[in-house]
């Protein structure tokens, strides 16, 4: 089982298994992967697509590498009906996988004996680090506890544990008991996900301050100095539309204003827009973009005409051509850019390459900075 110094990391990227988010991971180096210790969340990969696929998917992502592993808790959506035409047979198959996703999602999130479904799951993760999943911590105190204790039994010598705005406060003497019986704070990484967006910033930040000093309160004070925590946000949700534009991220300042009176390390979601959906409705329509990741921003251009394959050219033109790129992303994501600025899209002519690319870089772009911000260094 992985064993790893939390503390050794800089940037903790969360990533789903959409085929973008896929991609843009996938086709890091080895460099750049060995560099960070990423939260991967079992997500559906597509809306026809099966819970397992989505192991097999984090399987082929990770190789042997030491990861986090959480569950995405968002449920598959309902399929969409058209009011014209529908075709019945094709949406029963969409609303069957579907179905069967949610029924593998509400079997791994059971509390039965300690979350034994989950903790099955866990174990087919060899370098995996777990995060302790609930759902109503207010009433699963003993199967949260359960999952704990036997995870460790089971050699997980690491665990993480999610808390969001919206977790309750009875979490937090739970989370006191786990680093109770565990031989040092340090075996238990807090993520506290202040969540995706670009408004209360200070709001989310104080929430990640006050979520580290409720979990001090409740441990030992010997054990507050061994305790990792990330700072998990992001802030790339609609960018401007037209010509390259300067999109502003506010992580870092969200990061910093938590880190006023603990060391939080640093997690983002790797700049993918995470959109909930109400059902599996597609617009017919799309427009190119092109996104060239910056250190605390984005320069975006977005096509201004639909379903034109053009504009992934243009666009790669457009951000390179720019004053504001600095081009010093040498990565996957970058070589596809200047390939497209050349006029060549063949086989990445479809939007989630791009996304790929963008969260590509951006990850690529991230290690580098983080590294310079905690005074690791950094490099061009």
């Given amino acids: ?122 174990q087919k993760f060899p370098t995996a680090i777990p995060v302790i999943q609930f759902t109503e911590p207010e009433t699963q105190g003993k199967s949260i506890l359960r999952q704990a204790s036997l995870l ?82 992001d802030s790339y949700t609609n960018p401007p539309d037209g010509t390259p534009k300067l999109y502003e991220s506010f992580s870092w300042e969200l990061w910093s204003q938590a880190g006023e009176k603990f060391p939080f390390l640093f997690g983002d979601y790797g700049s993918h827009y995470r959109m909930k959906k109400t059902n599996t409705y597609m617009p017919g329509d799309w427009r190119a973009q092109v996104v060239y990741p910056i250190d605390e921003k984005w320069l975006v251009y977005r096509h201004p005409n639909a379903q034109d394959a053009q504009g992934w050219i243009d666009g790669s033109n457009a951000v390179l051509n720019d004053p504001n790129c600095d081009k010093k992303n040498a990565c996957w994501g970058s070589k596809l850019v200047n390939q497209a600025a050349g006029g060549d899209i063949d086989g990445v002519s479809s939007a989630r390459f791009w996304h790929g690319a963008k969260i590509n870089m951006h990850i690529h772009r991230q290690i580098r900075y983080a590294q310079e911000v905690m005074g690791g260094g950094g490099e061009d």
Avoid at 29 to 35: C, G
Avoid at 70 to 87: E, G, H, I, M, Q
């Fill in 1 to 122: 089982m992985a064993n790893v110094d939390f503390s050794q990391y800089y940037y903790f990227p969360c990533i789903q298994c959409s085929e973008a988010e896929q991609i843009g991971y996938s086709r890091l180096s080895d460099e750049d992967k060995d560099a960070v210790l990423p939260i991967v969340e079992l997500s559906q990969v597509k809306y026809e697509t099966s819970f397992e696929e989505a192991v097999t998917a984090v399987s082929g992502m990770i190789g042997k590498r030491p990861f986090i592993l959480d569950l995405c808790k968002d449920r598959a959506p309902p399929a969409f009906v058209s009011k014209t035409n529908p075709d019945h047979t094709k949406i029963a198959k969409l609303q069957a996988a579907q179905d069967g996703y949610n029924k593998a999602l509400t079997s791994l999130l059971s509390p039965l004996d300690g979350f034994t479904n989950w903790r099955a799951l866990a």
């Fill in 152 to 233: 460790s039994k089971a050699g997980f010598e690491q665990m993480a544990i999610r808390i969001t705005q919206e977790t309750s406060e009875s979490i937090y003497p739970i989370i006191g008991q786990i680093i109770a019986v565990l031989e040092s704070a340090s075996q238990l990484l807090i993520i506290t996900d202040c969540g995706q967006g670009r408004q209360r910033i200070a709001e989310r930040a104080e929430f990640a301050k006050t979520a580290v000093a409720r979990v001090v309160e409740e441990i030992e004070p010997a054990q507050a100095p061994h305790l990792s925590a990330v700072c998990l946000c």
